[in-house]
């Protein structure tokens, strides 16, 4: 889920500019009775544990499949983005001004181990991998790596091993700081990596991020989400409803019709191998074959939809605009 973020990080730097105010980021989360109706845009596993993260620096705790939830004090009110658990205990925040929080006690409490405002460019998504290594992405290709749990973090340059220097998403571009903004990573079973970005940017790792290939783009749009299947299939998606399947590890890719012009920000593999992916004006979209075909199920609210979680009890736990919602899960 990167769109709704990126938008409000530069809302967010020009009203601290505006204003001249001590900057939300260096300020603790503030307890809030109604934290789990706010703006939440990402969602993870703890073990059994789920985390839900967003604006004002919340982090939202549930014990039980996602009907209620604890907010956990964090230091900072920094709009967060990106969520990922390595085991029940060790997990990673990214958000805005390169905030990054880590925790090993799965969520109680949190640590700050990187914040640099100075850049101006928000992290949007983290992927917790094996034996402590993690990666972080955001605007302007910022793309940056951790072997100690996130408590240490060296920055990269993302370069393609297939592209010519100089070409890849850390490249220089139009926008500031230059680069392509990394909007999603994920990983499949046996830890290819994925990256999805702007203007249809797409890489793939087979060495858990020492290095990417860039992939052949499916169309000329940003892509929010990428979401590896357990059949070795992945799916990326982004503006307007565009969603595209590649059955080839992203050698190639087909179009899935989806039949909404709402953009995609976020989804999951559930345990019976659907598949499903949410999006704006509270799209749903469910797969009974592998992604290969969606229905849609749009929410009769029409609150924007930002990540999904399977939970116990035929549940799926939402997150987006109006915070945490849970859905039913459809059977047809």
């Known amino acids: 889920m990167r769109l709704a973020a990126f938008g409000l990080a530069l809302l967010g730097g020009l009203a601290t ?9 260096e300020l603790p989360s503030e307890p809030a009775r109604l934290s789990s109706r706010s703006l939440l845009l990402d969602l993870a596993s703890a073990g059994n544990r789920l985390v839900a993260v967003g604006e004002r620096g919340h982090v939202l705790l549930s014990d039980d499949a996602g009907r209620h939830w604890t907010q956990a004090q964090t230091p900072t009110q920094a709009l967060l983005t990106g969520v990922c658990f390595a085991d029940a205990d060790h997990g990673i925040v990214v958000g805005h001004d390169e905030i990054i929080l880590t925790t090993g006690d799965g969520g109680h409490s949190w640590t700050r181990t990187h914040f640099a405002p100075q850049a101006q460019q928000p992290l949007l998504d983290v992927w917790c991998g094996p034996d402590g290594r993690a990666v972080a992405v955001g605007a302007y290709g910022v793309y940056m790596v951790s072997t100690d749990h996130g408590a240490t973090w060296a920055e990269h340059k993302l370069e393609p091993t297939n592209e010519k220097p100089g070409k890849g998403a850390g490249a220089a571009a139009d926008e500031i700081g230059g680069g392509y903004h990394l909007n999603a990573i994920a990983a499949d079973a046996s830890l290819r990596l994925y990256i999805a970005g702007e203007a249809g940017h797409l890489y793939r790792s087979e060495n858990q991020g020492e290095s990417w290939v860039s992939l052949p783009s499916p169309y000329e749009g940003s892509l929010f989400g990428v ?4 059949d070795g299939a992945v799916l990326a998606y982004g503006l307007r409803g565009n969603l595209f399947r590649s059955a080839d590890g992203g050698a190639s890719w087909q179009r899935v019709t989806t039949d909404t012009m709402a953009t995609l920000d976020g989804g999951a593999s559930l345990a019976d191998g659907r598949v499903v992916i949410v999006g704006l004006s509270g799209v749903l979209l469910l797969s009974h074959d592998g992604g290969a075909s969606f229905s849609l199920l749009q929410q009769d609210d029409r609150k924007g939809l930002a990540a999904v979680r399977e939970a116990p009890g035929n549940l799926l736990v939402t997150a987006g605009e109006a915070g945490i919602k849970l ?5 047809s």
């Open 327 to 331: 859905i039913t899960e459809p059977r």
């Open 17 to 25: 500019g505006v204003a001249g105010a001590v900057d939300v980021a």
């Open 227 to 230: 979401l590896p299947l357990a």
